[in-house]
Nanobody
Framework: VNLVESGGDSVQSGGSLRLSCTIT???????MAWFRQAPGKGREGVAG???????MYADSVKGRFAISQDNAKRTLFLQMNSLKPEDTAMYYC???????????????????WGQGTQVTVSS
């Protein structure tokens, strides 16, 4: 399984970005998520989705970010609105065989990771 993120950029506070993650390789009945890691900080779960469309969000992004997927194109999206400087980080997508929805934002549940895409939000 190979994951490739794109869409990272530098934007001003209040702006929007849409991240994409294209998946290649054999995977079905999956859980997927977006994580982020800022310099000097641990990896944080941002948003997750199961193949039954159940979604989960970190409190810090609820109401601003939306995760979605295009099964036909095997692509995961993260729409990020009302961006804040504290959203600045490297963003990673992750995927693995489907597991409990309550664990969607746990990094240790995923074995397949992309290389990351940088999001920088300036004030």
């Amino acid at each position: 399984v190979n994951l490739v993120e794109s869409g990272g950029d530098s934007v001003q506070s209040g702006g929007s970005l849409r991240l994409s993650c294209t998946i290649t390789g054999p995977i079905s009945d999956y859980s997927m998520a977006w994580f982020r890691q800022a310099p000097g900080k641990g990896r944080e779960g941002v948003a997750g989705i199961n193949d039954n469309e159940y979604t989960m969000y970190a409190d810090s992004v609820k109401g601003r970010f939306a995760i979605s997927q295009d099964n036909a194109k095997r692509t995961l999206f993260l729409q990020m609105n009302s961006l804040k400087p504290e959203d600045t980080a490297m963003y990673y997508c992750a995927a693995d065989l489907r597991f409990l929805s309550s664990s969607l934002l746990r990094a240790d549940k995923y074995q397949n990771w992309g290389q990351g895409t940088q999001v920088t939000v300036s004030s």
